[in-house]
């Protein structure tokens, strides 16, 4: 079955890049959108941006200057760099599979990593 | 940005009850509408898709309809295991949004 994984550092320090890759497993990354997701603790779901395995991505303009997504289709798994990070970074991360169209819904997370910027 | 707007942010109700949760979006999105569930410490998952298709294995007393600006997320029956925070969110244009959540709470 399709299975997500986050990993990466869980204390990152203000103004440092935040990186973090999901690992994919049960399905190629290839064919499909992949998207990376945060929640800020007891708050709502805000969407960071997506990339297919092609490598076209699609931000989310409010992070756009500061967020980069790439894939590694040899390795099965894609990646979030965040930098400049502050306090309001703060928030679980989770990586998502959508289907072979952009505007599908997420059908498949991973479990959520939480990141703590201080 | 689409903003999408759900209400109310918070519900209590019992068990055996109906609810209904709204979305309106800040444009249309036809039907490109979809509802999640999130427990705590999870992951969220899809209910409906498509604004009024069940995702499967979601049983029925889950049930979505609308287009275009206005969406409902209708729970025939409560059920224990549906106290839960839900969120609609839009995939008609990029960047996807949510909206803010409505956290479903036992009365």
């Known amino acids: 079955q399709v299975q997500l994984l986050e990993s990466g550092p869980g204390l990152v320090k203000p103004s440092e890049t935040l990186s973090l890759t999901c690992s994919v497993s049960?399905?190629?990354?290839?064919?499909?959108?992949w998207s990376w997701i945060r929640q800020p603790p007891g708050r709502g779901l805000e969407y960071i941006g997506y990339?297919?395995?092609?490598?076209?991505?699609n931000y989310n303009p409010s992070l756009k200057s500061r967020v980069a997504i790439s894939v590694d289709t040899s390795k099965n798994h894609f990646s979030l760099k965040l930098t400049s990070v502050t306090a309001a970074d703060t928030a679980v991360y989770y990586c998502?599979?959508?289907?072979?169209?952009?505007?599908?819904?997420?059908?498949?997370w991973g479990q959520g990593t939480l990141v703590t910027v201080s | 940005d689409i903003q999408m707007t759900q209400s109310p942010s918070s519900l209590s109700a019992s068990v055996g009850d109906r609810v209904t949760i709204t979305c309106r979006a800040s444009?249309?999105?036809?039907?490109?509408l979809n509802w999640y569930q999130q427990k705590p410490g999870k992951a969220p998952k899809v209910l409906i898709y498509?604004?009024?298709n069940l995702q499967s294995g979601v049983p029925s007393r889950f049930s979505g309809s609308g287009s275009g600006t206005d969406f409902t997320l209708t729970i025939s029956s409560l059920q224990p295991e549906d106290f839960a925070t839900y969120y609609c969110?839009?995939?008609?244009?990029?960047?996807?949004?949510f909206g803010q959540g409505t956290k479903l709470e036992i009365k």
């Open positions: 998502a599979r959508g289907a072979a169209v952009s505007s599908s819904p997420l059908w498949f």
């Open positions: 498509a604004a009024s």
């Open positions: 049960g399905v190629s990354i290839s064919s499909y959108y």
């Open positions: 990339i297919f395995y092609t490598g076209s991505t």
């Open positions: 969110q839009q995939s008609y244009s990029t960047p996807d949004t």
């Open positions: 444009q249309s999105i036809s039907s490109y």
